[in-house]
């Protein structure tokens, strides 16, 4: 196993546990928060300030700006006069490289399909479901209202396209931006995971 998945996701489709249990099954690394605490201990940030932005839109991002300060490292002055928003997103971008240059994983949400566009070992999944299906699953996990948990699943949504559109040059969702889209409310949670396993496998034999 050589390969890095990369996990976009609509809330409520599962896309977390889908990841774990696919990195359980091939044995490797699943980052998912635990990627905030390691962007917040090598960029210096605190985390509470990491999880406050997690794929969080900014209305103001300057993307060359960012794009530019990147080259320069976060000791750039560039950097330290850099609104929060954007400095969470750099940490975050460093951090899925560094984790992808050390071998398999798994990695869930955070743009990792575009920060890891140039790694050719890759795999990038969006991960989507019926709204009922959604729906039931924010019910159950949160202890809410149907009405409660749509407005949660659209909000969390709404966040996530703004934020991974704002900051990549692919459309969130759509299947072009991605290797494979798959519906979880059809196969359920075991069958996509099976699916995309049976995926990762046919692609490590093409390129082998």
Same mark, same amino acid.
């Given at each position: 196993?050589?390969?890095?998945?990369?996990?976009?996701?609509?809330?409520?489709?599962?896309?977390?546990?889908?990841?774990?249990?696919?990195?359980?099954?091939?044995?490797?690394?699943?980052?998912?928060?635990?990627?905030?605490?390691?962007?917040?201990?090598?960029?210096?940030?605190?985390?509470?300030?990491?999880?406050?932005?997690?794929?969080?839109?900014?209305?103001?991002?300057?993307?060359?700006?960012?794009?530019?300060?990147?080259?320069?490292?976060?000791?750039?002055?560039?950097?330290v006069d850099m609104p929060i928003s954007h400095k969470v997103f750099l940490a975050q971008f460093d951090t899925i490289k560094k984790?992808?240059?050390?071998?398999?994983?798994?990695?869930? &949400? $955070?743009?990792?399909? +575009?920060? @890891? !566009?140039?790694?050719?070992?890759?795999?990038?999944?969006?991960?989507?479901? =019926?709204?009922?299906?959604?729906?039931?699953?924010?019910?159950?996990?949160?202890?809410?209202?149907?009405?409660?948990?749509?407005?949660?699943?659209?909000?969390?949504?709404?966040?996530?396209?703004?934020?991974?559109?704002?900051?990549?040059?692919?459309?969130? &969702? $759509?299947?072009?931006? +991605?290797? @494979? !889209?798959?519906?979880?409310?059809?196969?359920?949670?075991?069958?996509?995971? =099976?699916?995309?396993?049976?995926?990762?496998?046919?692609?490590?034999?093409?390129?082998?």
């Amino acid at each position: 196993m050589n390969t890095i998945i990369t996990i976009g996701r609509q809330f409520g489709s599962g896309g977390r546990e889908i990841g774990e249990k696919l990195a359980a099954k091939f044995n490797i690394p699943c980052y998912d928060k635990e990627l905030l605490s390691r962007a917040a201990k090598e960029s210096g940030l605190c985390e509470a300030m990491i999880q406050n932005h997690d794929e969080r839109p900014t209305n103001s991002f300057l993307y060359n700006l960012v794009m530019d300060t990147y080259s320069f490292g976060y000791n750039s002055s560039a950097f330290v006069d850099m609104p929060i928003s954007h400095k969470v997103f750099l940490a975050q971008f460093d951090t899925i490289k560094k984790i992808a240059s050390e071998g398999p994983c798994v990695i869930v &949400g $955070r743009c990792a399909d +575009y920060a @890891l !566009s140039e790694f050719e070992n890759c795999i990038h999944v969006f991960i989507h479901g =019926n709204e009922g299906c959604k729906a039931k699953r924010i019910m159950e996990k949160y202890d809410l209202s149907e009405a409660k948990a749509k407005e949660m699943m659209n909000k969390k949504d709404k966040q996530r396209q703004s934020y991974y559109n704002y900051y990549t040059s692919k459309k969130w &969702g $759509r299947s072009d931006s +991605y290797d @494979l !889209s798959v519906n979880s409310s059809v196969l359920g949670i075991d069958g996509t995971v =099976n699916l995309i396993a049976q995926f990762v496998q046919d692609f490590e034999e093409r390129v082998k």
